[in-house]
């Protein structure tokens, strides 16, 4: 890239270029998702105009009136689509930002959450709970009756990331590659419990087990997004505080130590605030598949490897991508809905074998 200057034509430094190139990316980024967040309240099996969805939104922001939004228009965009919006930006956040981490730690393009066992922990909890029917035996207790499901797949994706997190210690340190060992066979075992109670549930049960391992946003509420916010909020900040450590730690952990970064703290940090976030956005979603493993690889073709921009750059696209997920299944087989995990990896699996194929290509 070159610019005018004076009598003749000077080249932009690179550092420049690739700054623009960040901050190009990060508008557009931007835009795609507020373009996602209005079709998505706006399209369904009622549709809404954009403009009755703008009046709402800055009602609640103290910035206009609803005088002119039907009051059946207002009802759908309050109670239904506006969290269900809210929750599918923030799981899509935050499976993406927990993917490039986990990359990022690991130095392994193909690392995602599932690696350290939350997302087979959560989910063997989960199943667990619907094929006891626990939910419908608390029914005299309403918050637990919702609550239970939850509550039982965040404490599972926890329990298993502990697990993970204690045999991959070695002499008081956690030894990336042993946690990457343990993660497997943490993995192992509980996609074997989840077979077995998989296999011993009844046919309703295994009816809601198979939606919900495939993942859906249709049971969004309030509740549910303040549930998942403070998680979302603390996977957000130690984007800021572990950024340039993750730069350091891509070169080597003997590398990044010589550099000044405490290895050793920012995977703790980073190992907890993604059990954390990824196991509030699983309990309330259900497992949803490709998310943190493509969105990365993309936005490297595009951005690079600098964690400082590809962190925010991947929040920006996850939200995007899962609000564009979630509408494809709302109206793909309109009046039902398909599970999101199943648009996901069909619009995922065909695009990251394109991004595998392209970059055997490059290679000498």
């Known amino acids: 890239m070159t610019v005018l200057a004076g009598n003749g034509v000077l080249p932009v430094p690179a550092e420049q270029r690739r700054a ?4 190009l990316t990060l508008a557009g980024l931007a835009l795609l998702l507020a373009a996602a967040v209005l079709a998505s309240i706006s399209i369904g099996p009622a549709d809404i105009p954009v403009g009755h969805v703008l009046a709402v939104i800055g009602h609640h922001l103290g910035l206009g009136s609803l005088d002119a939004v039907t009051a059946r228009d207002a009802a759908i965009i309050d109670a239904i689509r506006l ?16 993917g490039a981490m986990m990359q990022g ?13 939350v997302s087979g922990g959560a989910a063997f909890a989960g199943v667990s709970v619907i094929s006891l029917g626990l939910p419908a035996a608390l029914a005299d207790i309403p918050l637990l ?13 926890l329990v298993a990331t502990v697990a993970v997190y204690r045999l991959s210690k070695r002499e008081g340190r956690v030894s990336v590659t042993m946690m990457l060992l343990s993660g497997i066979a943490v993995n192992a075992l509980v996609a074997t419990g989840t077979g077995y109670v998989v296999f011993k549930a009844d046919e309703n049960a295994m009816r809601t087990i198979t939606f919900w391992t495939l993942g859906s946003l249709s049971g969004a509420t309030w509740t549910s997004v303040l549930a998942v916010l403070p998680f979302a909020l603390v996977l957000l900040a130690a984007v800021a505080l572990a950024a340039r450590a993750l730069n350091g730690m891509l070169l080597g952990e003997a590398v990044a130590l010589h550099l000044g970064f405490p290895v050793e703290t920012v995977t703790r940090l980073l190992v907890g605030t993604v059990a954390l976030a990824v196991g509030a956005a699983v309990a309330v979603s259900g497992m949803i598949g ?12 595009v951005i690079g490897a600098d964690h400082r921009g590809l962190l925010p750059a991947c929040a920006l696209l996850g939200a ?11 109206v793909a087989v309109a009046p039902a809905e398909l599970p999101i995990g199943i648009v996901t990896t069909g619009l995922g699996a065909p695009v990251f074998l394109a991004l595998l194929l392209r970059r055997r290509r490059s290679e000498p």
């Open 20 to 23: 623009w190139r960040l901050s």
């Open 83 to 98: 969290p269900r919006t809210l929750l599918g930006a923030m799981v899509g956040a935050v499976l993406a930002v927990s």
């Open 105 to 117: 730690l690991f130095r392994n393009p193909l690392a995602d959450p599932g690696l350290i066992g």
């Open 145 to 157: 009756r919702i609550y239970a499901l939850p509550l039982a797949a965040f404490l599972g994706g």
């Open 290 to 301: 490709f998310v943190g493993l493509l969105v990365p690889h993309m936005l490297r073709l």
């Open 320 to 330: 995007a991508l899962m609000l564009g997920a979630d509408l494809v299944a709302r």
